[in-house]
């Protein structure tokens, strides 16, 4: 007769191989860290932070960048050849008396370099910090904008 338990075996077997495939990943990642001349962002497969989405509206190029835990005062912003730069850190500031039990949202230092798919007004860009969503807003530039051209008839 089938009990349960045979299924409660193959569980353990899953996770058993699942425990092992971290820890096979774990010894790898650590040794791409180390290793000369290895990118370590695309062995990883880990996606780069902070996310981004962009898109267009009809007068500007908009950016939004998940950021948690990091201040306005720790980001920074530049436009240049044509790519969208975004350089910031996430402090861990504790106490000197304070003991870490857990830390899943480590310090972590960024740069972004981020295609902008048409010319900006460099002077106009503005940038909001709002619930951890920084929001980068690339005015188009006058000349890229679209105009409407009036017929005449002749």
């Not at 180390?34 to 996606?47: N, T, W």
């Not at 201040?71 to 000197?96: F, T």
């Not at 000349?143 to 002749?154: D, F, G, H, M, N």
């Amino acid at each position: 007769m089938f009990t349960l338990s045979g299924w409660r075996d193959f569980d353990d077997t899953v996770r058993a191989f699942d425990l092992l495939q971290r820890r096979i990943d774990d010894v790898f990642d650590d040794w791409a860290a180390r290793a000369p001349g290895i990118d370590r962002s695309r062995r990883s497969g880990r996606p780069p932070w902070p996310a981004v989405n962009a898109f267009e509206t009809k007068e500007a190029f908009v950016y939004k960048a998940q950021v948690p835990g990091v201040a306005e005062s720790d980001v920074s912003i530049y436009v240049e050849d044509e790519h969208l730069v975004l350089r910031g850190e996430r402090k861990a500031d504790l106490p000197a008396d304070y003991t870490v039990h857990a830390r899943e949202r480590a310090p972590v230092a960024f740069a972004r370099k981020l295609p902008v798919p048409g010319r900006v007004d460099g002077g106009a860009v503005g940038a909001t910090l709002k619930d951890g969503i920084l929001t980068i807003t690339l005015p188009k530039a006058k000349e890229s904008l679209p105009r409407q051209i009036t017929v005449k008839a002749l």
